[in-house]
């Protein structure tokens, strides 16, 4: 039960951290993590239409913010900047265990916008992850420390549970098959999920040790599949594939 409890999190959790909001249509939303810090929830399909570029499908988005009206600006590109991680379905997660510390002042507030400085650095900002003012114009992020009164749904900490080390999918997209390789040099025990883009389950391998497996086409639908690999502790690696 606590290994499926974990597996069905992680694709869930997003949905669960962002349903209180969708009735405010709040593209970014924020708890605070019962472990110190706060949890940034993003969902790119509610993005500003009009921001250059596509975020989708990217496992990891740069996140350049500040503190209190952009000062002490921590760039997506500076050493030990964190990252917005997709959990699925292009909802990203940025985790601030400490936002004071990040920032290195007290922090009351923080700005932000997101881009592709992770998975492009050499274009970081080609495509931009920013909200919609309702006009057309596409405006920064900026949430209040004082206004995040929600705490996070999850009983450890988002850092806790991404393993860091990078997954790669190739060919990509596919018309055959792609290889899904991931970094498990101590051959730990993982499940393997593989979902559509509406969220069923098309492919599930368990208790897999190696660090690389083979999704074939077979009559799987033309369109965007998500990939999670899972350990028994909940940590876990995504991405996105799409079948041509």
């Not at 496992?59 to 500040?66: A, E, M, R, T, V």
């Amino acid at each position: 039960m606590k290994r499926n409890y974990l597996q069905m999190r992680l694709f869930f959790f997003s949905l669960m951290m962002m349903s209180a909001y969708y009735s405010q249509a709040q593209v970014v939303t924020a708890c605070n993590d019962p472990e110190g810090g706060i949890q940034i929830w993003f969902d790119y399909n509610q993005h500003c239409p009009n921001s250059p570029g596509s975020l989708a499908g990217m496992q990891q988005i740069g996140f350049h913010s500040g503190a209190n009206g952009w000062a002490s600006v921590v760039e997506w590109d500076k050493a030990g900047a964190t990252t917005g991680m997709n959990t699925g379905n292009d909802v990203f997660v940025v985790d601030l265990p400490d936002p004071d510390a990040y920032y290195g002042v007290p922090v009351t507030a923080i700005n932000f916008v997101f881009n592709q400085g992770p998975v492009n650095p050499a274009d970081p900002w080609g495509a931009e992850g920013k909200e919609d003012n309702g006009t057309g114009g596409c405006n920064d992020f900026y949430i209040p420390l004082a206004d995040i009164t929600q705490t996070c749904q999850s009983t450890s900490a988002v850092h806790d549970l991404i393993l860091h080390q990078h997954m790669t999918i190739a060919p990509n997209p596919f018309t055959d098959f792609a290889v899904v390789r991931f970094e498990n040099s101590s051959r730990q025990e993982f499940e393997v999920m593989v979902r559509n883009s509406v969220g069923q389950l098309v492919n599930e391998v368990h208790h897999f040790s190696g660090d690389e497996f083979v999704f074939s086409k077979d009559n799987h639908p033309a369109g965007f599949y998500f990939v999670t690999v899972t350990n028994a502790k909940g940590k876990f690696f995504s991405g996105q594939m799409v079948i041509q």
